[in-house]
């Protein structure tokens, strides 16, 4: 009988003991993961600082159009509602003809 932790791949109270090959091709996988990681972090990671600072230029002049075109249809459908009270351009005077 061979004492745990004895002769390589003896095994112990937990199982077998890892191997050499079997620690260098686990070590091999987190190796290539990492850099997979790295890599794809890279290529898809957060904008740099100049790439933010232009999105948000560009969020900051887009809500500017909006806010402009929101303004010219609420000033359209003020004009609109106004002219239904009135009765349209042609009655409003009362005259006819």
Known sequence: ???????PGAGGPDG???TRRSVLEGLAVA??????????????????EDERDRLEDERDRLE?????LEDRREE????????Q?????????????
């Not at 009988?1 to 002769?7: D, K, N, T, V």
């Not at 500017?64 to 402009?68: A, G, K, M, S, W």
């Open 31 to 48: 190796v290539v993961g990492g850099v997979a990681g790295f890599a794809w972090f890279s290529a898809v990671g957060p904008p740099s």
């Open 64 to 68: 500017d159009e909006r806010d402009d």
């Open 85 to 97: 009270d009135d009765g349209g351009p042609d009655r409003g005077s009362g005259r006819h003809g």
């Open 16 to 18: 077998p003991s890892p």
């Open 1 to 7: 009988m061979s004492a745990p932790g004895g002769a």
């Open 76 to 83: 359209e459908q003020e004009r609109l509602e106004d002219l």
